[in-house]
C-alpha cells in the first residue's frame, strides 16, 4: 500500500477505537449474538478478489467487534476486568508494525532490552533478590506452565510428582499440572479456611500422608488474590513450611499482584517475596491490553536450566552470547514484545497515577462491602479482599432456604446482564451462590458502584416478592 493510504488506514482505526473508548460510559458492559446469527454474516469462503481496506474497516467494526463484553467499561465487574490505557495500546499497535519477533538477543535486542527493564521493575516491586529473573508471557495459563516446569526439574522430575493448591485456586494451575505431566490423582485440591484461605494444618498432613505413601510433592502453589474472592493464602506460613520441607513454593498473583505497588498492596502480599515464583497479569491490574503476563523466579537460573535447549537453526545467535534469550526461559520461541506496552505506559503517567489507580480500586471495594453490611436485602458472603466484593440478596427479617436464595439471585444476576448498563458474574462460596463484584477500573466511580448495587437490591426485592 502506498504510505498515504496506510496512514489514512491507520487513522480511520484510530478513530474507530478513540470513538468507541469515548462512548463506554453511554454504552452497555456487554453485548453479543447468537453463533447462528454471526454465522450468516461471517460464514462464508474467502474472496477471490479483495475490497476496498476502508470498506472492511468500517465492516468489521460494525458487524464484529461490538458483539462481546466490554472488559473496559467502568461498570463491568463481571470476572477480572481489563482496562488499557491509550499509550499501551499504541505500544501493541508499534510493535505489531515492526513485526518484532523477541525470541533471541540477535533478533531483537532493543525490545529485549526492554523487556529486561520491566522484569526488574517487576522484581524491586516483588521485593525478589537481585537473583531473581524472569519472563513476559501470554498470561496467568502459560506462565503456570512455566513455573511448574521450572518446579519440576528443581526436584529431579521425580515419579508421583504431586501438587497442591486450594479449592479456590484458579483452573489453570489444574491444567498446568496436568500439561507437565501429573497425574490427575496427583493434584491435591485442599480445603479453606471461613475467610477461603489455604489451611496450613491441612496442608502438612496431605504432603505427610502423600510421602509416607510414596508420592513426591514438588510445588504447592498459594493465591495472592484468588479470581474469585480475592482472598490471600497465609503467604509467610507457607513460605516458612515449603522452606523446611524442600518443597517449591507458587504464588499466583494474576489478579493480585500489582498491589504490591501500594503500600496496602504490599502489606497484605507480605511473604509473596520468598515465594519460588510468582506470575502476575498485567492486563489485568495494570492496566495494559492482552496479552501480558510475568513469570518471576526468585533464581532466575532455574528457568534457563528447565527450558535451554539447543537448536541448530538458531546457533548464530552466538552473536548475542552472555546476553539473554528470552526463548530459553519459557515455552516460546516466537513471542512479541509484550514489555513495550508496560513501559510506555509508566512512561507517560509515572507510577504515582498507577499506585493511585490500583488503591481507588481497593477503596471502592471496601466502600461497597459497607454498602452491603448496611442494606437490609444484602448479606455478605466474605469480607471484600483487594478488589472483590462477594455478597447476595437476602430477606434479613425471616429465614428462606438455600434453594429459594439461589433462585432469586440467579434472577438477580441475569435481570443485571440483560436490563442494566453493568455487568457482575458469580461464584460459589461453601455451597452458597455469590454475586460478585470485581473493581478494577481506572474509570470507575463510586457512582458506578452504587449505582450497580442499587439496581440489584431493587431486582432482588422484586425478585423476593415474586419466590
Given at each position: 500500500m502506498a504510505p498515504d493510504v496506510m496512514l489514512d488506514l491507520a487513522r480511520k482505526a484510530a478513530e474507530i477505537l478513540v470513538d468507541r473508548i469515548d462512548g463506554l460510559p453511554a454504552d452497555n458492559a456487554w453485548d453479543g449474538d447468537f453463533q447462528q446469527a454471526l454465522d450468516a454474516k461471517l460464514k462464508e469462503d474467502p474472496p477471490e478478489n479483495g475490497r476496498p481496506a476502508g470498506e472492511v474497516i468500517d465492516w468489521v467494526a460494525r458487524e464484529v467487534l461490538p458483539f462481546a463484553t466490554r472488559l473496559d467499561h467502568p461498570r463491568?465487574?463481571?470476572?477480572?476486568?481489563?482496562?488499557?490505557?491509550?499509550?499501551?495500546?499504541?505500544?501493541?499497535?508499534?510493535?505489531?508494525?515492526?513485526?518484532?519477533?523477541?525470541?533471541?538477543?540477535?533478533?531483537?535486542?532493543?525490545?529485549?532490552?526492554?523487556?529486561?527493564?520491566?522484569?526488574?521493575?517487576?522484581?524491586?516491586?516483588?521485593?525478589?533478590?537481585?537473583?531473581?529473573?524472569?519472563?513476559?508471557?501470554?498470561?496467568?495459563?502459560?506462565?503456570s506452565v512455566d513455573a511448574f516446569v521450572a518446579a519440576r526439574e528443581a526436584a529431579g522430575n521425580p515419579e508421583r510428582a504431586t501438587?497442591?493448591?486450594?479449592?479456590?485456586?484458579?483452573?489453570?494451575?489444574?491444567?498446568?499440572?496436568?500439561?507437565?505431566?501429573?497425574?490427575?490423582?496427583?493434584?491435591?485440591?485442599?480445603?479453606?479456611?471461613?475467610?477461603?484461605?489455604?489451611?496450613?494444618?491441612?496442608?502438612?498432613?496431605?504432603?505427610?500422608?502423600?510421602?509416607?505413601?510414596?508420592?513426591?510433592?514438588?510445588?504447592?502453589?498459594?493465591?495472592?488474590?484468588?479470581?474469585?474472592?480475592?482472598?490471600?493464602?497465609?503467604?509467610?506460613?507457607?513460605?516458612?513450611?515449603?522452606?523446611a520441607e524442600g518443597i517449591w513454593l507458587h504464588a499466583d498473583a494474576a489478579y493480585g499482584g500489582f498491589a504490591v505497588v501500594t503500600e496496602k498492596g504490599k502489606d497484605l502480599l507480605r511473604g509473596i517475596e520468598?515465594?519460588?515464583?510468582?506470575?502476575l497479569d498485567g492486563h489485568k491490574w495494570f492496566f495494559q491490553p492482552y496479552e501480558v503476563g510475568g513469570l518471576l523466579v526468585k533464581d532466575a537460573s532455574t528457568l534457563e536450566t528447565a527450558f535451554e535447549v539447543h537448536h541448530d537453526v538458531l546457533q548464530d545467535t552466538i552473536w548475542g552470547a552472555n546476553h539473554p534469550n528470552f526463548s530459553d526461559r519459557g515455552l516460546q520461541l516466537s513471542r512479541s514484545a509484550r514489555a513495550l506496552k508496560i513501559w510506555m505506559s509508566v512512561q507517560t503517567f509515572g507510577m504515582a497515577a498507577f499506585r493511585e489507580a490500583v488503591s481507588r480500586g481497593m477503596e471502592l471495594a471496601a466502600r461497597a462491602d459497607e454498602y452491603v453490611r448496611e442494606s437490609p436485602l444484602l448479606e455478605t458472603l466474605n469480607p471484600a479482599?483487594?478488589?472483590?466484593?462477594?455478597?447476595?440478596?437476602?430477606?434479613?427479617?425471616?429465614?428462606?432456604?438455600?434453594?429459594?436464595?439461589?433462585?432469586?439471585?440467579?434472577?438477580?444476576?441475569?435481570?443485571?446482564?440483560?436490563?442494566?448498563?453493568?455487568?457482575?458474574?458469580?461464584?460459589?462460596?461453601?455451597?452458597?451462590?455469590?454475586?460478585?463484584?470485581?473493581?478494577?477500573?481506572?474509570?470507575?466511580?463510586?457512582?458506578?458502584?452504587?449505582?450497580?448495587?442499587?439496581?440489584?437490591?431493587?431486582?432482588g426485592a422484586e425478585a423476593l416478592q415474586d419466590k
Open positions: 463491568c465487574f463481571a470476572f477480572i476486568p481489563s482496562a488499557p490505557t491509550w499509550p499501551g495500546i499504541l505500544a501493541d499497535f508499534m510493535a505489531a508494525g515492526y513485526n518484532f519477533n523477541q525470541c533471541t538477543w540477535l533478533v531483537a535486542s532493543g525490545p529485549s532490552a526492554i523487556e529486561l527493564v520491566v522484569l526488574d521493575w517487576l522484581k524491586r516491586w516483588l521485593g525478589y533478590p537481585e537473583s531473581a529473573g524472569g519472563i513476559l508471557t501470554s498470561g496467568g495459563s502459560a506462565a501438587v497442591y493448591m486450594s479449592d479456590q485456586s484458579h483452573s489453570a494451575h489444574i491444567r498446568a499440572a496436568r500439561i507437565i505431566g501429573v497425574r490427575p490423582e496427583c493434584t491435591r485440591l485442599l480445603p479453606t479456611d471461613e475467610r477461603f484461605r489455604l489451611d496450613m494444618d491441612v496442608l502438612a498432613r496431605a504432603v505427610a500422608d502423600d510421602r509416607a505413601a510414596g508420592f513426591n510433592p514438588i510445588a504447592v502453589c498459594a493465591n495472592a488474590g484468588a479470581s474469585s474472592t480475592g482472598a490471600i493464602d497465609p503467604l509467610e506460613a507457607m513460605a516458612d513450611y515449603c522452606e520468598r515465594a519460588d515464583s510468582v506470575n479482599s483487594l478488589g472483590i466484593v462477594c455478597f447476595r440478596v437476602t430477606p434479613g427479617d425471616r429465614d428462606v432456604d438455600e434453594e429459594v436464595l439461589e433462585r432469586v439471585n440467579r434472577n438477580v444476576l441475569a435481570r443485571v446482564f440483560w436490563e442494566d448498563r453493568a455487568l457482575i458474574s458469580s461464584t460459589t462460596l461453601a455451597k452458597k451462590f455469590s454475586l460478585r463484584l470485581c473493581i478494577i477500573n481506572h474509570n470507575t466511580t463510586w457512582d458506578d458502584v452504587r449505582e450497580t448495587l442499587q439496581a440489584i437490591e431493587r431486582f
